[in-house]
């Protein structure tokens, strides 16, 4: 755990590959980070092999948001964004409180 700002009260947690972020004893956000090299990670199961037409057909079946740039896919429904390489390998997965 590590006090972001002297004086206040906001933390980040590091877990393996997962970032938790709190304010005021209350979580913001829920980072799991797939693309570094940390010891014991989180690790996805079967999407993990998916290739990105396949993402993105899920995603429109299940009405998500998509957004495209050059390097990466976003996929993004209420408080969750999915952020994926052009091959579909999964970069980070967000959790936001509202």
């Known amino acids: 755990m590590q006090n972001l700002i002297k004086k206040s009260k906001i933390y ?8 938790i972020y709190s304010a005021n004893d ?9 693309h570094g090299n940390q010891k ?19 995603a429109e079946s299940n009405a998500w948001q998509v957004e495209q740039g050059d390097q990466l896919v976003n996929l993004s429904t209420n ?7 052009l091959s579909g ?5 967000s959790l936001y409180s509202s």
């Open 40 to 58: 014991h990670p989180v690790i996805l199961g079967k999407p993990d092999n998916w290739r990105l037409a396949k993402w993105l057909s899920w």
């Open 89 to 93: 390998k999964l970069a980070l997965v």
């Open 12 to 19: 980040c947690y590091l877990y393996g590959n997962i970032n």
């Open 79 to 85: 408080n969750l964004t999915i952020q994926l390489f």
């Open 26 to 34: 209350v979580v913001e956000v829920i980072n799991i980070d797939f």
